[in-house]
């Protein structure tokens, strides 16, 4: 499948055609290979079930029309599974017909002077992996969960018989998952094609003792198919174990050590979002009229680089063709750039109240919003059927003199350690900053500067404020991991962040004193 070659040919066929100003071709083919995981200690099952892939190829056409009034007016169209140049005029046709006039359009995008820094960086192991190789890799995580859980003293003093063990219920279920994309791109202001190809592994497993109501996860996230081990499994196990006779807690304000999993979250749904320009545009961000002002503790950095070789979130080019690259978000506490594509960037540096929503003057901006990180995400790869919007890439966030996780621990001496959330959104609109979100495990006491007894899933409620936080950070862990959470398209290398006072509530039916 020669992508560069189609965008070639159907750029050639589409330049020609009546009313067509300007034209930009996107090619691309993602596969995405899934295995599940269900093992269950009790109720016959086969452990690694459901191998299936879904794959999808197409063409995207966005232009710009002559219109009828002498305003240009721009559309989109899409073609699936037709490459071909004739597959490329449908797309076209499909764009005229729904093109319209943008008073906010100002040009397709435009090559800087910025250059491609990452090429032929995928993994052709993991590219071209086989059907036997992608069962092997669930396998290797339901092994590596069964080899922690047959380890485990705890579980021996419960279970002492291979009988007892059984009843207790030990399941393992999740998945892994291998995102293989191809894509290709010219455009009247970029004639000569540009392509790129990506793939990514993770795992996301979940284990149980059921009998124990005791539940715990493990991620992992790569780019080599050699990298790819039983780590997700083995921790979630691990942590399955761990969460035995979990205790409740009561509504109040805690210092909170925030794992790997829950500042990557918080990343995806508050932080992220309220740093795009579209987000400033439209006046929805919490840091609105805040560019070079301080947003967060001076200790705390937050990039994002989508060219760094062997992170999962790089790529070499954007879906709008324009290098990926390194963007400061926040350094030493200070808001210093916004991600962007080139329509964002466009519309917000000629926007007539720029400045009062940047806090700068906009010509000094231009920096800031360098438009690389166009891209047309869907969830399952880089989509021919969408037009280009804001996407992270990889999230790095870093803090002033990190620890171990054991001395911000006993740092810490009284509170909470939060290792899984989920339903994070944020509350009262993004601009106000207040969020919610519950604690669904992996998570602990803190008491006399020691990790104590676990929390009980789904017992407590975090309703706070984003921008607190940032002010609240008192410590940052060395270990960052890559961490990708249920729907976002970037992965976040986070570390444990720890945060003062953190306001949990009680979830009805769990408050203090109630059964």
């Known amino acids: 499948m020669d992508l560069s070659r189609a965008v070639r040919e159907a750029l050639a066929r589409l330049s020609g055609q009546p009313g067509v100003r300007e ?14 995981l269900n093992y269950t200690s009790h109720i016959v099952c086969n452990g690694v079930e459901e191998p299936k892939s879904t794959e999808m190829s197409g063409l995207g056409v966005q232009a710009v029309f002559d219109g009828p009034d002498g305003r240009p007016r721009v559309g989109f169209g899409s073609e699936p599974s037709d490459l071909t140049p004739a597959g490329a005029l449908r797309a076209l046709d499909k764009a005229r017909q729904a ?69 207790l219920g030990l399941i393992l279920g999740g998945d892994v998952t291998i995102v293989q994309t191809r894509v290709a791109l010219a455009s009247t202001a970029m004639p000569e094609p540009q392509s790129d190809d990506s793939a990514f592994m993770s795992a996301s497993i979940t284990a149980m003792v059921e009998a124990r109501d005791a539940k ?15 780590e997700a499994g ?12 979990g205790t409740r807690v009561p509504t109040g304000d805690y210092t909170v050590i925030f794992g790997p999993q829950p500042v990557a979250d918080l990343c995806n749904n508050l932080i992220i979002p309220s740093c795009q320009a579209g987000a400033f545009y439209s006046s929805s961000t919490p840091f609105l009229g805040k560019l070079d002002r301080m947003v967060a503790v001076p200790a705390l950095s937050i990039v994002d680089h989508g060219a760094v070789p062997g992170l999962a979130g790089s ?12 963007t400061d978000l926040i350094r030493e506490g200070r808001l210093v750039g916004l991600l962007s594509h080139w329509y964002d960037t466009q519309r917000l540096l000629h926007d007539a109240h720029a400045r009062e ?12 919003l360098a438009p690389r990180n166009g891209f047309r995400y869907d969830g399952s790869g880089r989509s021919f059927e969408a037009t280009p919007g804001t996407s992270a890439s ?4 870093e803090g002033a003199d990190p620890v171990s996780l054991d001395a911000l621990v ?11 959330i989920w339903y994070t959104y944020p509350i009262n609109g993004l601009r106000a900053g207040d969020f919610t979100c519950t604690v669904v495990g992996d998570s602990f006491v803190i008491r006399d500067g020691r990790i104590a007894e676990p929390l009980l899933a789904n017992a407590i409620r975090i309703n706070d404020n984003v921008t607190r936080l940032l002010g609240a950070i008192v410590g940052t862990t060395k270990d960052a991991r890559g961490t990708m959470v249920w729907g976002a398209d970037e992965v976040v290398y986070a570390p444990s962040l720890a945060v003062t006072g953190v306001h949990a509530d009680a979830i009805a039916g769990f408050a203090e004193g109630v059964d």
């Open 23 to 36: 034209v930009e071709v996107f090619a691309a083919f993602n596969r995405s290979l899934l295995t599940r």
């Open 216 to 230: 715990g996860s493990g991620w992992s996230v790569g780019t080599r198919l050699e990298h790819f081990t039983d």
């Open 99 to 167: 093109a319209v006039h943008d008073p906010e359009f100002r040009s397709l995008p435009r090559p800087g002077a910025a250059r491609r820094a990452l090429a032929d960086y995928h993994d052709p192991q993991l590219m071209e992996i086989a059907d036997a190789a992608l069962v092997g890799g669930g396998w290797e995580g339901i092994g590596g969960g069964l080899r922690a859980f047959m380890a485990s003293s705890r579980l021996a003093d419960l279970a002492p018989g291979e009988a007892e063990l059984k009843r």
């Open 410 to 420: 006993a740092r810490v001496r009284d509170g909470l350690y939060v290792g899984r």
């Open 394 to 397: 990889n999230v790095i966030i």
């Open 315 to 326: 790529r070499g080019i954007t879906c709008e063709g324009l290098p990926t690259g390194r």
């Open 234 to 245: 083995g921790e979630a196990a691990a942590n399955a174990v761990a969460a035995i006779d």
């Open 357 to 368: 929503k940047l806090g700068v003057d906009p010509a000094d901006a231009a920096a800031a």
